[in-house]
């Protein structure tokens, strides 16, 4: 779960993200598949950033188990509302149309046994005909092990050197983050380890197939790493 200092910068250190890009693909996936849909959950909505563009579309909610996260998108998209809970095993007495899980922030849950319960806790959050829509992480094959990565971002009055290691420890991905954080005032920094769940396309399979959802498969996705979406009977 991010801390408060990571949260503060989330959205400068993704300012290569091009949301409006991926949300247009989002939104063909999404009238494709379920046409007359009308609401929208996002589950691990972060700070609310593809929320402010779907909300011209459906009517949205946002889910994030970081409050720290919630407070950035409150300011995002003030008219939202916004749920502290955990994908895993959340609880929501409203039901949406599609239930969607963006940027790779499955990822989070890590272990095959809590993907498998978030995936059929979304499910249950669906109406009928609904559809989810999850954007995976790397599977077991595809991630990069052993590496390590360099970002920048440069203002004049901020600039932020982000670099993490990528390692493969059992069945799971850690990345390293080490985040320093200058102003003309001060450098700071600060550290997080993130581990993350390295799910197989028949892990996919079978989770979806376990939430009684009909599972199509795009390679592609938004970013290139592929687009899971299931339709309830």
């Not at 409006?20 to 939104?27: C, F, I």
């Not at 939202?80 to 609880?91: C, E, G, K, R």
């Not at 991630?143 to 360099?150: A, E, G, R």
Request: aromatic content about 12%; glycine content about 4%; charged content about 20%.
């Amino acid at each position: 779960m991010y801390n408060k200092k990571l949260a503060n910068i989330y959205d400068i250190i993704y300012h290569f993200k091009d949301y409006p890009k991926d949300a247009d693909y989002l939104l063909a996936t999404m009238q494709e598949h379920s046409p007359s849909a009308r609401s929208l959950l996002e589950a691990a909505c972060g700070t609310g950033r593809f929320l402010k563009i779907l909300e011209s579309k459906y009517e949205v909610q946002g889910m994030d188990l970081s409050s720290e996260m919630l407070q950035e998108a409150a300011k995002c998209v003030p008219n939202v509302p916004l749920h502290q809970a955990n994908m895993v095993d959340f609880s929501m007495e409203d039901r949406f149309d599609v239930v969607c899980c963006l940027f790779r922030s499955i990822a989070f849950v890590k272990t095959v046994d809590k993907f498998f319960s978030a995936v059929s806790s979304m499910a249950n959050h669906l109406n009928p005909r609904g559809i989810l829509v999850i954007e995976p992480f790397f599977t077991p094959e595809t991630f990069w092990s052993d590496t390590i990565t360099l970002n920048e971002y440069k203002s004049d009055s901020l600039k932020i050197a982000w670099m993490y290691t990528s390692k493969k420890v059992q069945d799971h991905a850690r990345l390293d983050n080490q985040y320093l954080v200058g102003t003309p005032e001060s450098v700071d920094h600060f550290s997080e380890v993130h581990e993350m769940g390295l799910f197989s396309e028949q892990d996919y399979q079978q989770a979806f197939a376990a939430a009684g959802l009909q599972l199509h498969h795009d390679p592609i996705g938004p970013s290139g790493v592929g687009l899971y979406i299931g339709k309830k009977n």
